[in-house]
């Protein structure tokens, strides 16, 4: 397996990075740690396709003389019988704005991951290896801008100082602090001969505007004093207000039984006045 990454990073940073175990394992993605164990120990999920398969193992990452770092890692499945081993080679390469990240080594695995496609098993890996050069990439710019934090070389003080020393240089009159002629007084109506303008139309209509913006100021804050549910259900008022429904006036109950009740009556006393008859 050969795959080359460019990152916008020196190479001595990323160099700095991969000597220090920790920064390693926080540069691996996905890598959840274990407690009290090597710093790059712990669980990788890979996801291969829309398959997944979650690995516990260690890597150990160590440098060459020649400069590369050697690689070297084996794991387990976490839920199944398969393992991998791995053995790879990191080198750093100077560029143009950063450096080229080289990978080259090899891998053997079974169980689960062998049934999956190669194809998908080796767009997989190359994702992984992107991102992890990318998180050294991270790693090592952090770090060189927390450094500057940390020593105040980002030029802000000497840009103040140079700053406070033209200040002293400048006159007065440079700096716009010479003094300026008064401004000349504005006539006053109340000084001159002329007499006050009287009240017009246009003063009338004026006084009728401040009137309603003053009822709407005072509908505004009535408004505010009331809590947003008595607004949302508060009836509309004014020629938009619901026009109650007409309500039927129906006679009350002894009026209503007045009228059968008398026809009864005057049908027994013609009945009865018949019956008289007849006997007669």
Not at 16 to 44: F, I, N, S, T
Request: hydrophobic share 35%; with cysteine; glycine share 8%.
């Amino acid at each position: 397996m050969e795959h080359e990454v460019f990152v916008p990073v020196p190479a001595e940073r990323l160099r700095e990075v991969l000597d220090d175990p920790a920064r390693v394992a926080r540069a691996v993605p996905g890598l959840q740690q274990d407690a009290g164990a090597e710093p790059v120990a712990g669980r990788l999920k890979i996801r291969v396709g829309s398959h997944s398969v979650t690995y516990r193992g260690a890597v150990r990452v160590s440098r060459r003389e020649d400069g590369s770092y050697a690689v070297e890692g084996e794991a387990e499945e976490s839920r199944g019988s398969g393992s991998v081993e791995l053995t790879l080679r990191i080198a750093l390469r100077e560029a143009e704005d950063g450096c080229t990240v080289r990978y080259d080594g090899t891998a053997s695995a079974d169980g689960r991951i062998t049934d999956l496609p190669a194809e998908a098993v080796e767009g997989a890996v190359t994702r992984l290896l992107n991102r992890f050069a990318e998180h050294l990439a991270t790693a090592a710019t952090q770090d060189t801008n927390d450094a500057n934090d940390a020593n105040g070389t980002d030029g802000t003080d000497d840009e103040r100082a140079g700053a406070g020393a033209g200040a002293e240089e400048q006159t007065p009159a440079d700096l716009g602090l010479t003094e300026e002629p008064p401004a000349p007084e504005r006539p006053s109506a109340f000084g001159s001969d002329r007499p006050a303008p009287s009240h017009g139309p246009a003063d009338e209509e004026d006084e009728e505007e401040d009137e309603d913006i003053a009822e709407a100021a005072h509908a505004r804050r009535t408004m505010i004093g009331r809590s947003a549910e008595e607004v949302d259900h508060a009836p509309p008022r004014g020629r938009y207000a619901p026009v109650p429904a007409p309500q039927t006036v129906s006679p009350p109950a002894p009026l209503r039984w007045a009228a059968p009740a008398a026809a009864l009556a005057v049908a027994s006393a013609i009945v009865a006045v018949r019956a008289l008859r007849r006997r007669r």
